[in-house]
């Protein structure tokens, strides 16, 4: 960049922020639970020149706490057992703990007179809004709030630097929101906002998109490792694999990152998939079919199939037995009774001729 480019660039930068007046300080934030996201947060926070004045862990039971360590990992200063006083003094007070422990710490504070009327309190969870968790602190405070990293942590290593491209989930009063979507900012990442009805609902959401595909990879691990591959290598067999899904619904999205036998209307595949399941691992014969109907769905968005492929499709995968599916259910069986569902399909897809969409 030529010396007129950066000098054109920086007189925008402060022709904006004249315009936006002199920049607000940034609040003083303490934070309670010395876990991997308590631990991450203070770390990424502290980068962004965010002042963190403290990290709070659990009451020390011998030499080395895990505090102590949270400390370091963050550059925070970290305690244990006894709340110090710079929590009073604090703007923003995050609660990041277990969820079924933020209704009691939060009355911790209360009844040791910590919080002050200036203060907002948040906390991490994405499962219970902040009236709820914290009922106890609304009262002496000025806002409460919800501040959830919509983000997988398995480390608190690798959580700091994963910190600065995720989505935090915020709910709670409105002063609250403002000052939880002022830290997401300035930790350069972005938020969605939600009610507090809705909040347990987007945290479903979120424990399918992340614990349960944990659970799917092991039961793919194990069918691997039924197939011959040996169990040290079957895992980081599928890394790639479930690497790749991930970049295709980054770069493509929903449907047209779905790929595989249904998609493409293999009738037969998906037949052979359900004999050697029946023989070989019975017990995946249901998750099989709820999934694969769903996949099914999607491979309909994604393209027109043949009439008939979608008819032979959705019979093998609803199986005798209705929508919960059976088990034990033959796949000769299930080609013999199509569903009203895939009949109306076919009905409407014959309609348009069965053309193929072009994308």
Do not use: C, W
């Amino acid at each position: 960049m030529s010396r007129d480019e950066l000098s054109g660039v920086e007189l925008e930068s402060d022709a904006r922020a004249a315009a936006e007046g002199p920049a607000e300080p940034a609040p003083v934030v303490f934070i309670m639970g010395a876990g991997v996201v308590g631990t991450a947060l203070a770390a990424r926070l502290v980068r962004a020149g965010v002042p963190v004045a403290g990290l709070h862990g659990r009451q020390r039971d011998a030499p080395g706490d895990p505090s102590d360590a949270a400390g370091g990992s963050s550059g925070v200063l970290a305690s244990a057992g006894e709340i110090p006083a710079i929590l009073s003094e604090s703007d923003v007070v995050i609660i990041s703990v277990r969820d079924d422990r933020i209704p009691e710490v939060a009355a911790r504070l209360v009844r040791e007179q910590r919080l002050r009327p200036h203060q907002v309190v948040l906390h991490t969870s994405g499962a219970i809004s902040a009236g709820q968790a914290l009922a106890a602190a609304r009262p002496q405070v000025r806002a409460v709030g919800t501040l959830h990293p919509l983000v997988s942590f398995a480390g608190a290593r690798f959580a700091v630097e994963e910190l600065t491209s995720v989505v935090f989930g915020i709910e709670g009063d409105q002063p609250a929101q403002a000052v939880a979507a002022r830290l997401v900012r300035a930790l350069g990442a972005r938020a969605v906002f939600l009610d507090a009805e809705s909040l347990p609902l987007y945290h479903v959401g979120a424990v399918l998109a992340s614990n349960y595909v944990v659970a799917l990879a092991d039961l793919a691990r194990g069918l691997l490792v039924k197939a011959g591959v040996p169990a040290d290598q079957a895992l980081p067999a599928l890394i790639p694999l479930l690497a790749s899904v991930v970049q295709n619904l980054s770069r493509v999205g929903l449907p047209d990152a779905l790929t595989g036998p249904v998609e493409r209307g293999d009738v037969s595949t998906v037949e052979q998939h359900l004999r050697i399941l029946e023989a070989r691992a019975p017990e995946m014969l249901d998750l099989y079919r709820l999934v694969g109907r769903d996949v099914l769905r999607l491979a309909q968005e994604k393209s027109a199939l043949e009439p008939a492929a979608v008819t032979r499709l959705d019979a093998l995968l609803r199986a005798p037995g209705g929508a919960s599916g059976t088990s034990g259910g033959r796949v000769s069986e299930a080609m013999k009774e199509p569903t009203q569902e895939a009949m109306k399909a076919t009905d409407k897809d014959a309609g348009r001729g069965g053309a193929k969409k072009k994308r």
